[in-house]
């Protein structure tokens, strides 16, 4: 099953900024909304980012993200120890009728 | 406040069953389509099966389809997957989760704690 492409770590210096990007394809990212999920470890998903940039209200503003045709990118500013984490993008394939997870990327703040 | 809270997952020998369940509450659970994502030891996120909201609808992920099914029990704000001819790949924390009304967009806005199906013999 195909997956949606992440690179697999990340990281940044308190206070700068970092973005993570997620590569899909014409029927998965071109076609429907993406969304972001923040993990840390030991704990369950928690949902960051819906329909390709809207925040939950949990999440603080230094949180965006965006997409633009087939890939979508989370962009985290002011970066913070609390923001280490596993970020998974996802969305729907219609191709295949699947929900496809990114791999995963693993935040480091230095 | 909503609550999602899974049950069911333990250790099991290659080949047998399990049923897990997932109650929630706190929510109109009848609107909302329901999927189960699961974590295999030290990796990714695993989409497995979604439900939409009244049962008519399902998709599998290829990894399990034939052998996991997934259900839906409205009246007791239940979501179950049974999970037939269990593989040691099959090993992992398996999250319930809410999904919205349309449940194509996959945002996941409620997840369990999980529950560890463990496959060995």
């Known amino acids: 099953q195909s997956v949606l492409i992440q690179p697999p770590s990340a990281s940044g210096a308190p206070g700068q900024r970092v973005t993570i990007s997620c590569s899909g394809g014409?029927?998965?990212?071109?076609?429907?909304?993406v969304t972001w999920y923040q993990q840390v470890p030991g704990a369950a998903p928690k949902l960051l980012i819906y329909s390709n940039y809207q925040r939950t209200s949990r999440v603080p503003d230094r949180f965006s993200a965006s997409k633009s045709g087939t890939s979508a990118s989370l962009a985290i500013s002011g970066l913070q120890s609390a923001d280490e984490a596993d970020y998974y993008c996802?969305?729907?394939?219609?191709?295949?009728?699947?929900?496809?997870f990114g791999g995963g990327t693993k935040l480091t703040v230095l | 406040q909503v609550q999602v809270v899974e049950s069911g997952g333990g250790v099991v020998q290659p080949g047998r069953s399990l049923r897990l369940s997932c109650e929630v509450s706190?929510?109109?659970?009848?609107?909302?389509?329901m999927f189960w994502v699961r974590q295999a030891p030290g990796k990714g996120l695993e989409w497995v099966a979604v439900?939409?909201?009244?049962?008519?609808?399902?998709y599998y992920a290829d990894s399990i389809k034939g052998r996991f099914t997934i259900s839906r029990d409205n009246s007791k704000n239940t979501l179950h997957l049974h999970m037939n001819s269990l593989r040691l790949e099959d090993t992992a924390i398996y999250y319930c989760?809410?999904?919205?009304?349309?449940?194509?967009?996959?945002?996941?806005?409620?997840w369990g704690q999980g529950t560890l199906v463990t496959v060995s013999s």
């Open positions: 439900i939409s909201h009244d049962g008519g609808e399902t």
């Open positions: 989760a809410k999904g919205p009304g349309t449940f194509r967009l996959v945002s996941l806005d409620y």
């Open positions: 996802a969305a729907w394939d219609d191709s295949l009728n699947t929900v496809l």
């Open positions: 706190g929510l109109m659970f009848s609107a909302y389509g």
């Open positions: 014409s029927s998965n990212i071109g076609r429907n909304t």
